[in-house]
């Protein structure tokens, strides 16, 4: 798998993003990176027990921060699972995809159980920052955004099956939560997320499930790795468990993401740290990886 320097690309994104001078900031103020998520496809043979995964894995991933001396701060209980229900809905042509929206629904367990209530999400994706974020995802008026603001993102799939090094997108999204779940036709989702009623589609579009299934997602939130300079990846393992008429398909994965400053880009040896920690565990327990991909990608081909 071939292996590129995202090194050099973020600090060539913040360079960009945070200029030289006033003007250019103004300018450039609303295609600022907030975040990064940094992700790691992980082999499902070694997930056979899922939990047995997480746990060997987070034994990896402290012995190689060690050697790499980077601290991690665990959290009071590493392994303690999350259990959702995650389903993408689109027209039957896949237009929402086609033009660059992923529409998420998920549903909480607790203790086996379904919780009431529905959390709904629209991401819009491309591979340039400033075309993601010309889009207007603000919900209509009566709604209430979960996270509050728009903030724009990039993710890195690291040896990825596009192109065997990093592969960055970056995206916009917003998030709703809901008591009851809307008629499943553009035009009720169009009335919560406006910007899904100027597409074009015909409004009464049934939307459906994608691939027919919903992932069973099973996540732990074992700590963050401490890189230096106040920059902090927040970690995550992550396991999708996809019943298919053709069987069981497990995609697990590891991922980080941190923040960025508002106003001054990270140290640079932490910036580095960070953005070369998925590389040393790959390099550390090759066969731990396999090439990378969203899990939503792998869902849509189903």
Known sequence: MKRYSWFFIVMSVVLIFFGCNKSQKEESKEFKINSSEYKLLLNPEKFENYTAGFEAYWKIIKEVAEAEGISVIASENPL??????????????????????????????????????????????????????????RLADGYTSKYGDIELESDIVYYSVANGGEETTFSVSNSVKLDEQPTMT???????????????IPSETILKKVAGISADEWVVAPGKLDFGDGLFGRMDMTIWLLETESGLIKIPEFSFDHAFKKDSPWDEKAMRKCTSFITKLHDAYPGWVVDGELKAAILFKL
Do not use: M
């Open 186 to 200: 553009l035009a009720a989702f169009s009335k919560i997320y406006p910007a899904l009623g100027k597409l074009g």
């Open 80 to 137: 303690k699972l999350k259990h959702k229900e995650v389903s993408f809905f689109d027209t039957p042509e896949l237009d929402l995809r086609k033009a660059g929206y992923l529409l998420r629904q998920k549903v909480k367990y607790k203790d086996g159980q379904k919780q009431a209530g529905f959390e709904y999400s629209v991401k819009f994706r491309r591979n340039k920052p400033e075309d993601a974020a010309a889009v207007d995802l």
